[in-house]
Each structure stands twice: as structure tokens, then as C-alpha cells.
């Protein structure tokens, strides 16, 4: 299947790259918004962050095409400042995260990221580290299981799907996305498995962030990411679900803002206090309707831009 940049177009506008610029893409993927970035340099450096190896070895080619003048790292793009600080860089002209999880690695069955196919329970975006799917469902407590049902994929019926999980694995463990997939369904009622929307989508999207620990590495990321930018740098992050989007929000709008003042009490000028940092927009950018009707998962993306002053 065809691999689609989601807001390619946007989120390249919002970067406003300088051609000798500095630019992180820290989820290389596919190379789609790193080759945008790359195209546009002329003495400036881009650095690519990913964790998954095969994605590093796909896109290298693709960027070889353009230009040498990037660096592709094989890291979690939480480790950016140190990493950049061992390259002997301490400010960037722009940041980019795409957080979804890349069309490949959703159409490649063994990966077991989706409940489409039949494959081994994974969903490790790097595939050197210890923790998958398979030990969360089959070794993880009740109470466990329960709070990333409810906290990451927002199911309602997490307890019940829980319970489902435990008695299945006292039979035999759980060990392929379709086996989980049936588990998901026996715990649901009828009326819910009537909906549009696949059953298993919510339970599915919660065990993949709690393998890759997605919002722990996010928090780290953006904190980062704004310390890292130089003064008109910019920081644009695309996120996929409401709990990716709420972080980027409450974290550009934090920076962004500043102390409320009592207004009776009388300040020099140098005395208000300002921010470092400005909302590109205020609202976030979605996806326009060509690229709708051309790829299902822009269904959900949205861009938000922050700008170091």
C-alpha cells in the first residue's frame, strides 16, 4: 500500500524553513516530510530521528536522491537534545513530530499493529527493545490492563474487556492479533459491535502507546523540542488521537502564555512580564479534502505551530 505524508503540504508551509537551517524530523518514517525538508536546504542540515531500523534503511535511498546533507539517527525522538548536544548542537530552526504510526507499519502483518490481519501480538516500534504486546496482554494485572484500556484508548468498556482477557489467558495465553481481536468481541455487547468502527480500534491504540510508552516519550519531547528552538524557530507536531493532542495544546499554550497580572497594582514596562514563545495558530490545522479522499487516516491528524520569539 502506497505510503501517504499526512499535512504534508501544511506542515511545511508552518516550518517556514530557512535554507541554511537547522531541522529535526524526529518520525523519519517513510521519508515523505524529511525528503520536503531536505529539497529546500541549501547549506542547512537535517536531521532524521527514528526508532523503528527499517524505516531508517527505506528512506535513506530516498534522501541520497536529494541531497547529503542529512544525518539519520537511529533513536526515539525523546532523546533529541541529548543526541543533537553529541552532534555539538545546541539550538535548531525547526522541529517536526508526525505521531502517527506509518501506513507500512500497519500494512505489514508481522509487525501485529492491526487488527486487519493475523499476526504475532508486537506493536514494538523498535524492534530491539524487550516489551510487546504480547506481555502486556498476557503477563499485565487486571488492574493494569484496565487503566491503559481507560486512560490511552478511552474504551468504555475496559473493565469488562480486562475480565475478558484474564480468563482467556488461564486457558491458553494470548499470543495473535485475531485471538485478541476475538477476546475484544466476546466482552462487548451487541449493540456496540453493531457500530461503525472496527470493535478492537480503541483497545488496539492503547496497548501499541503503552508498549512504546508514546506519552512518556511525547512529554519528554516536547519540553525538549522547545528549548532546543532558536529565536524564530519553529515547532510543528501532527497528532492523531485526543490524548497526543491535549499534551501539544496544554504544552504550546503553556509556553505561550504568560502570567496574569493585578492590573491595580501600577508596572514599568520592563516590569510585564512576556513569552518566549507564540502560537503560529490558535486552532489546529486538519487535513483538506483532496487529501480526505485520498488517505482515510488524515481523517483524524491535526497540526499545531509554535514559534520561538
Not at 70 to 96: E, P, W
Not at 172 to 193: C, G, H, M, R, Y
Request: proline share 4%; aromatic share 6%.
Amino acid at each position: 500500500m502506497k505510503h501517504y505524508s499526512v499535512l504534508l503540504k501544511e506542515s511545511i508551509e508552518m516550518l517556514n524553513i530557512q535554507p541554511d537551517g537547522i531541522y529535526i524530523d524526529g518520525t523519519l518514517g517513510r521519508g515523505g516530510h524529511s525528503s520536503e525538508i531536505l529539497k529546500r536546504l541549501k547549506g542547512g542540515h537535517l536531521f532524521a530521528f527514528d526508532r523503528d531500523a527499517t524505516a531508517i534503511i527505506e528512506s535513506k535511498q530516498r534522501l541520497s536522491e536529494i541531497s547529503d546533507s542529512y544525518t539519520c539517527i537511529h533513536a526515539n525522538f525523546s532523546s533529541m537534545k541529548q543526541m543533537m548536544n553529541r552532534c555539538g548542537i545546541d539550538k535548531v530552526d525547526g522541529i517536526l513530530l508526525d505521531l502517527g504510526v506509518s501506513s507500512p507499519q500497519f500494512d505489514e502483518a508481522q509487525r501485529g499493529f492491526s487488527y486487519r490481519f493475523d499476526a504475532p501480538l508486537d506493536m514494538r516500534m523498535d524492534q530491539e527493545q524487550a516489551l510487546n504486546a504480547a506481555e502486556i496482554v498476557n503477563t499485565w494485572s487486571y488492574e493494569q490492563l484496565v487503566t491503559i484500556f481507560y486512560r490511552y484508548g478511552e474504551e468504555k468498556f475496559a473493565k469488562q474487556i480486562a475480565r475478558a482477557i484474564e480468563r482467556q489467558r488461564l486457558i491458553e495465553p494470548i499470543e495473535t492479533t485475531l485471538q485478541l481481536v476475538d477476546v475484544i468481541k466476546s466482552a462487548l455487547p451487541q449493540k456496540v459491535l453493531n457500530k461503525k468502527g472496527h470493535p478492537a480500534k480503541k483497545v488496539f491504540q492503547a496497548i501499541r502507546i503503552a508498549v512504546n510508552d508514546e506519552l512518556g516519550e511525547l512529554k519528554q519531547a516536547l519540553n525538549d523540542g522547545l528549548s532546543l528552538l532558536k529565536p524564530n524557530g519553529r515547532f510543528c507536531v501532527i497528532s492523531f488521537h485526543s490524548l497526543e493532542d491535549r499534551m501539544v495544546k496544554e504544552a504550546f499554550v503553556g509556553a505561550s502564555s504568560v502570567p496574569k497580572l493585578d492590573k491595580r497594582i501600577p508596572l514599568l514596562p520592563d516590569e510585564i512580564p512576556t513569552s518566549d514563545y507564540r502560537l503560529v495558530h490558535k486552532k489546529p490545522i486538519t487535513a483538506e479534502n483532496t487529501e480526505l479522499d485520498e488517505n482515510n487516516r488524515s481523517h483524524s491528524a491535526k497540526l499545531r505551530t509554535i514559534e520561538r520569539i
